[in-house]
């Protein structure tokens, strides 16, 4: 299946496999364009939308019953789209809120929040949905519902249920005029770190030093 006939006439726009592939197909051509720059003003909020509407495909895909490929070893996806200039544009157009902290499994106790990049964790999502979307539009659906519900819940689920969460926290931080924590200190390459450690390393940042550039209402 070409791109030319991802969105044919002639496929059931009810179809299940039709529905999950827009979805990821309209989250990887939106995020490509929030990380062009041109309007980072709305990028934030747009990310939030973004980010939300995944999830619902993401949502569907864990509620439905397992999907077995037809084949028994993955066919070769091609080779993997190169991410290292998205990354570095989403991480330029987000500093310095990229970072915040995150806890990967919030059944496993007494886990210590470590840091997290919204900017990786976009790129990462994306590549999980780019290796089932190349194998949507070879024509082998099975096999790309397969990965994206496979990677669902091995890995992109969980990535970009943490990123909707920052960027919830980050929006709701402006418009409720609360101000944000400082995180100049805080650093993906650090260690596991507790709670005493992320508080000292937070220091004072006002939201109205981040309201203008990420599009949102200024503080009063």
Known sequence: MSDATLHATGLNPDDFAVQIADQIESFLVAVTEVAK???????????????????????RLGAHEDIVPDERYEPDPGPEQDVDELRERLAAM????DVYSEVFDPYEPRKAPVP??????????????????????AGRTTEALWWWQFSYFSNWGSTASATLRALQSLVAHVRLNQPLAEL????????LMGDETLEFEAGQVMAE???GPLGLRKVK
């Open 94 to 97: 987000l500093d310095p809120v």
């Open 184 to 191: 100049d200190g805080l650093d993906t390459d650090q260690e």
């Open 37 to 59: 720059g041109d309007e980072p003003d709305s990028a934030v909020p747009f990310l939030l939308l973004e980010v939300s509407q995944l999830l619902l495909a993401g949502g």
């Open 116 to 137: 997290a990049r919204i900017s990786d964790d976009l790129v990462d999502v994306m590549a999980d949905l780019r290796h089932g979307m190349a194998h949507y539009r």
């Open 209 to 211: 030093e981040i309201a």
